[in-house]
């Protein structure tokens, strides 16, 4: 589009100390893009976001327009990027407008204020395989004809509310489980709720092991949904650790930690459109290859 | 999660590759590619499949490769990273082993910088190696932490010791753990395999234990509070085979001998608890040996002793409550000794232990405890060899064992019952070993009768060698009661007849008998100052002696010797102190018929075969008693002799013999020249008997040395002189009756040779009286001599005509023939250089053996011709 038609005006959207702001690096999912990785700004829930809009018109022209306004939209978009884009499901739960100025005539480079104050971000930002949340700044000049758009989309991280957390972090995660004559383990993970940059600590308890043990893996699994039945939708990954090699005897305890911090794992996140849950999967394979699996719940949150 | 190589040549290829690679990122500083180099290369650690010889190999290298890294990490640690930060990054690798290991080198790097809290890292290290449960990768995995530790642990970082202590063992336990399990891999047909690669890699396990004694330098407490008691908790918590006996036997051997002495109590209850498989004497033994061997390395032993109490004060409180409620027997015994019982008693300890594993082990096999009691015999001789009731403790407590136990020994326990008997002898006071241990005898005497006798010979010749003195009765009657299987005949065989039983014993006597040899060296063993309790030790041994029955043949000769012995030393005693001869005469007498009864034992037991023999020890007797001028007593045993001679020499030959050496003897006499003729009597029946013997050629012989008895010469020693001495017996006339009488038997004899070889015996017999007396005293004259010269030459060409006869040959004879004195031929082959002896006319040519009495007589003759320039009287002689 662009190759027939250039855009008379240059709409740049820059943050308020957008150089020195942290940023987030997401990998990419278009195939075109240059890089592996996207680079946002990043928001807070309930920060404000303030920048500059600059509107540079082609020199010697001018460029009629009924109002320039600029908005913050944040959506939730379920499609899925393998889908047709046709039937595109998007929807906006965020919007907030301001106008830059009035219908006029712009003559030369013009630099407008914006100021979103202490925005409510409902959702994290969220790039998964079938959902994603999103959140943009957007300046539209409106003209007779098409109207003139811009887009810039940041980053919004919510830290969850330390004191909420705390009631339920002493409680570790017991379980005793086993296959009846042949294995009885007991494991314990020092707490269901874990943050991002955490240590996920633990131990495993053979009280009877018939079994001639392989060896034994974590793995840490986030699985998002999104839909209601029988549409639903979802997607796994899974990250694998391994934590023992050879077979137990009776009687041992092996150790389990885990650091979180180093993989790119996502908070757990519910919403009526979509849920993002974490797992931790305690795998034993023996020497035929057989799996034996128990998954627990665990709860991961993001902190400053 | 890349896999292994399949093979070693792959492995280690693949190893030394990322090797390099690792490095040259480390020359560009790109750590976090060389880690990735080294996680790459421990994959090849996570093989299953090698044997745990390829498999050290392959650690070898890696190790080698890690250290390239670790030196990296620390010179370069606070300018370029941080250790704390990549302690953490490493574990992020996803496969265990490749994890620990790279956590292992950084976390070991991070000790050795300032800031790190080395004990924290140094627990979670341990902690989280648990993580590796397969036998080898964690034996290996963590003597990889051992390994790298070492150097932070000893030096740099100066950690609490207790802290160390405790990781070591920490590690060691998880270690030996993981060894034990290594047995039950793999399929139950693999066992044997098993426990060899398990044998290849306790290095592994055992330098845990070094590195602890290295530690540990010379803090006892720690150690028999601490270490100790981890240990053998784990000792005896594995309950493994292998694992135990190695772990007891290193523990013996890596921690001071000091240490040892203050916990001995505590190694040795724990060898209670073992598994029944495990040889226990194996390991009391080499803490025994190390024991011994401090003992040996002391400058001055006696001061341990005194150091054993001091060490020992606190536990000791709770070791006499023990000792009252063991076995009150052996506390009885222990109690009535002079060491005090509250000192610490090294023997005691071990004693305690011999008396509770018996308890609590009764099925302990003979042949287990057998060498564990002679393990702690080795103890106690070496550090109490004076406390003698030690050892006869121990040798009843295997007698009483033997009771228990109820049969005979089995084949297996003699080697150890031996060494148990052997072992004391080359002490220094074995002796008082065998004489004063009284179940020494006793357990002795319940072993099979070889391994008895073997005992029984080394005993002697021990005695012999290093010519131990038996003084004592009670000494005497012990060793008697000790040696008596090899004294006394077994008498079990069946009696068909008295002939055969005989004729067996003789067979089997004739062979030269070793034990009684050495029995009889005993005899010479026996001495005592004071000749009666001397005389009565004699009586016992002979006593014990008398049970052999017909060996008495090697024994008693060496009895009657010491008898003799002992009256030549009364004799000289009287001669010293004449006022108590008489005293001194009664006990010789009394030892002349200890003699006699010897030999009348020796006659009525052995008999016949042995005749000659008591003949020979009656004559020495006579001639002892002769000397000693008792008459009386010598002509007694003189009769005894030719009583013996007439009634049981049977043999010509022996009788010759007898005769010649009767006559000797007679010869030399000197105290039997009496009122009563006894010195005529004798010496004409000696004669007589001569003149009867079967053979002429015998009965010429006799005959004409039996002349000599008539005619006495000088005896040196006891100060005659010829021509001084003026009572020589001497009768001229009968000498020349004995020289006719003979010379008419040898004229009549038929064979011409032995003939003329007698006449010139006779000359040269003739020469001999001519010499040494007066020709009006000795009757033996120029004429008598002449005339037999010729008798003797006439004879000769007799012969020489028979000679002519023969077909002549000229061939030098291939042999010489010489007659000795006692008519055997004595062949001389010209080749060799020894002679053959031989009673027959040797298979010769007949002018050879002609030759023979020809040049004799012509020797004869040069004699006499030689003579005439020496004494004049010869030129009357014409030849």
């Known amino acids: ?304 | 999660m890349s896999a292994y190589s399949d093979n070693m040549e792959q492995a280690i290829s693949h190893i030394k590759q990322q090797t390099i690679l690792m490095q040259r990122s480390l020359t560009q500083k790109k750590l976090m590619d060389a880690l990735k180099h080294c996680s790459d290369m421990l994959k090849e650690l996570r093989n299953p499949d090698l044997s745990p010889k390829l498999y050290y190999e392959l650690y070898i290298i890696i190790f080698d490769s890690l250290s390239i890294l670790s030196q990296y990490l620390v010179e370069n640690h606070p300018t370029r990273h941080h250790l704390a930060d990549l302690y953490e990054l490493v574990q992020y690798t996803g496969n265990i082993l490749p994890r620990l290991y790279l956590m292992l080198t950084v976390g070991v790097s991070f000790m050795q910088t300032k800031d790190c809290p080395a004990e924290e890292v140094l627990k979670d290290m341990i902690e989280m190696c648990r993580g590796v449960q397969h036998p080898i990768r964690g034996l290996f995995l963590r003597y990889y932490l051992s390994q790298r530790t070492k150097q932070s642990l000893t030096s740099d970082i100066s950690l609490d010791k207790k802290f160390d202590i405790q990781f070591i063992i920490t590690n060691f336990i998880e270690m030996n753990k993981l060894w034990v399990r290594l047995q039950h891999q793999g399929p139950l047909r693999e066992r044997d395999l098993r426990t060899k690669e398990r044998k290849e890699l306790q290095i592994l396990i055992g330098s845990n234990l070094v590195r602890l004694s290295q530690i540990l330098d010379d803090s006892f407490a720690l150690y028999r509070d601490e270490v100790l008691p981890q240990i053998l908790e784990q000792v005896i918590q594995c309950r493994d085979v292998v694992s135990q006996t190695y772990l007891l036997d290193v523990i013996c051997q890596v921690f001071p001998d000091e240490f040892h002495l203050g916990t001995l109590s505590q190694l040795l209850d724990t060898t209670l608890k073992l598994n029944p498989d495990v040889v226990i004497n194996k390991v009391v033994l080499s803490l025994i040996a190390r024991l011994n061997g401090f003992w040996d390395r002391q400058d001055d032993p006696n001061a341990i002793i005194q150091n054993l109490n001091h060490l020992k004060l606190d536990s000791n409180t709770d070791e006499e409550e023990h000792s009252a409620d063991d076995g009150e027997s052996t506390a009885e015994k222990l109690d009535s000794e002079p060491v005090s019982r509250n000192k610490f008693d090294l023997f005691f300890v071990f004693w305690k232990y011999l008396t509770k594993i018996t308890e609590e082990r009764p099925d302990l096999p003979l042949h287990e405890i057998i060498p564990l009691v002679h393990s702690i015999m080795l103890l106690s001789l070496k550090w109490y060899p004076s406390n003698l009731s030690n050892v006869d403790i121990l040798y009843k407590f295997c007698w009483e064992k033997y009771q228990d136990f109820g049969k005979d020994i089995p084949e297996e326990c003699e080697q150890s019952f031996k060494e148990l008997f052997i072992y004391p002898l080359s002490t220094d006071n074995f002796y008082e070993i065998i004489t004063t241990c009284d179940s020494f005898q006793k357990l002795l005497s319940v072993q099979s009768i070889t391994l008895q006798k073997s005992i029984i010979n080394s005993i002697l010749d021990k005695m012999v060698e290093t010519n131990t003195k038996i003084t004592d009765k009670q000494h005497l009657d012990k060793l008697g009661a000790i040696c008596e299987p090899i004294i006394s005949v077994p008498n079990n065989k069946p009696k068909t007849s008295i002939l055969t039983v005989s004729d067996d014993l003789d067979s089997e006597l004739t062979f030269f008998n070793p034990e009684q040899e050495k029995l009889a060296k005993l005899v010479h063993l026996i001495y005592h100052k004071n000749v009666d309790i001397n005389t009565e030790l004699l009586l016992i041994c002979k006593k014990w002696y008398y049970n052999g029955g017909k060996q008495l043949r090697f024994t008693y000769p060496a009895l009657i010797t010491a008898f003799w012995k002992l009256i030549r030393k009364l004799h000289f005693k009287s001669l010293k102190r004449p006022e108590r001869k008489e005293d001194y005469n009664a006990k010789i007498k009394q030892l002349f018929k200890y003699v006699s009864r010897c030999n009348t034992d020796l006659f009525n037991v052995c008999g016949l075969s042995i005749s000659d023999l008591i003949f020979k020890l009656n004559l020495q007797t006579a001639a002892i008693a002769d000397q000693l001028t008792l008459s009386e007593i010598s002509y007694d045993f003189f009769s005894q002799a030719f009583t013996i001679f007439e009634e049981s020499l049977s043999d010509s030959k022996v009788q010759f013999q007898a005769l010649v050496n009767m006559a000797q003897v007679l010869q030399k006499t000197r105290s039997l020249y009496n009122d009563e003729g006894y010195y005529d009597t004798l010496i004409t029946r000696c004669t007589l008997h001569g003149s009867k013997l079967l053979k002429k050629t015998d009965q010429c012989r006799a005959v004409y040395l039996c002349s000599h008895l008539w005619w006495a010469t000088e005896l040196t020693l006891i100060g005659e002189e010829e021509g001084v001495t003026k009572n020589f017996f001497r009768e001229g006339k009968r000498v020349l009756e004995c020289l006719q009488r003979s010379l008419r038997v040898a004229d009549s004899i038929m064979d011409n040779v032995q003939s003329c070889q007698l006449m010139v015996e006779i000359l040269g017999s003739c020469c001999y009286y001519f010499i040494h007396g007066d020709e009006s005293e000795t009757h033996v004259g120029v004429k008598y001599i002449a005339g037999l010269v010729e008798l003797i030459q006439a004879n000769l060409k007799g012969l020489q005509l028979e000679e002519s006869g023969e077909v002549q040959d000229f061939t030098a004879p291939s042999q010489t023939i010489v007659i000795g004195c006692d008519g055997s031929y004595i062949c001389k082959t010209l080749s060799s250089s020894t002679c053959m002896v031989s009673s027959k006319i040797p298979n010769v040519r007949i002018p050879d053996l002609i030759a023979v009495p020809v040049s004799y007589f012509e020797r004869t003759l040069e004699y006499i011709e030689n003579q005439k320039q020496v004494d004049y009287r010869f030129n009357a002689i014409t030849t």
């Not at chain 1, 195939?31 to 976001?49: M, Q, R």
């Not at chain 1, 939730?76 to 009035?102: E, Q, R």
């Not at chain 1, 007779?144 to 980053?155: E, G, N, Q, R, T």
């Not at chain 1, 949904?225 to 990250?239: A, F, K, M, Y």
């Open chain 1, 1 to 304: 589009m662009s190759l027939f038609y250039k855009n008379p005006v240059d709409i740049e959207i820059l943050f308020d100390g957008e150089d020195s702001r942290k940023h987030v690096e997401i990998p990419t999912n278009s195939h075109s893009a240059k890089s592996l990785f996207d680079k946002y700004p990043l928001f807070e829930d309930g920060e404000s976001v303030t920048g500059l809009v600059t509107l540079r018109v082609r020199e010697g022209k001018k460029l009629e327009h009924s109002g320039i306004k600029v908005s913050l939209i944040g959506s939730i978009d379920t499609t899925g990027y393998n889908n047709d884009v046709k039937n595109k499901n998007l929807d906006t739960f965020l919007t907030l407008s301001m106008d830059l100025c009035p219908p006029g005539e712009l003559v030369h480079s013009v630099n407008y204020k914006f100021n979103f104050k202490d925005v409510e971000k409902r959702f994290e930002s969220y790039l998964g395989k079938n959902v994603s949340v999103m959140y943009y700044i957007k300046v539209t000049m409106i003209r007779k004809s098409a109207d003139i758009v811009k887009l810039k989309k940041f980053w919004c991280h919510r830290y969850a509310n330390e004191s909420s957390i705390k009631d339920n972090e002493g409680k570790p995660i017991k379980l005793d489980i086993g296959i009846e004559n042949c294995l009885h383990i007991e494991f314990e993970y020092s707490k269901a709720q874990h943050t991002l940059k955490d240590v996920i600590v633990g131990r495993i308890y053979f009280l009877l092991t018939r079994l001639k043990v392989k060896h034994m893996e974590l793995s840490l699994i986030k699985r998002e949904t999104c839909g209601t039945e029988p549409n639903q939708l979802s997607d796994t990954t899974s990250i694998r650790y391994e934590i023992m090699d050879g077979s137990p005897v009776k009687g041992e305890t092996i150790p389990i930690r885990l650091f979180l911090g180093g993989y790119d794992l996502t908070p757990n996140m519910t919403c009526n459109y979509f849920n993002v849950k974490n797992y931790l999967s305690l795998v034993i394979i023996d020497e035929d290859g057989r799996r034996y699996f128990k998954q627990t719940e665990i709860m991961l949150y993001r902190t400053m």
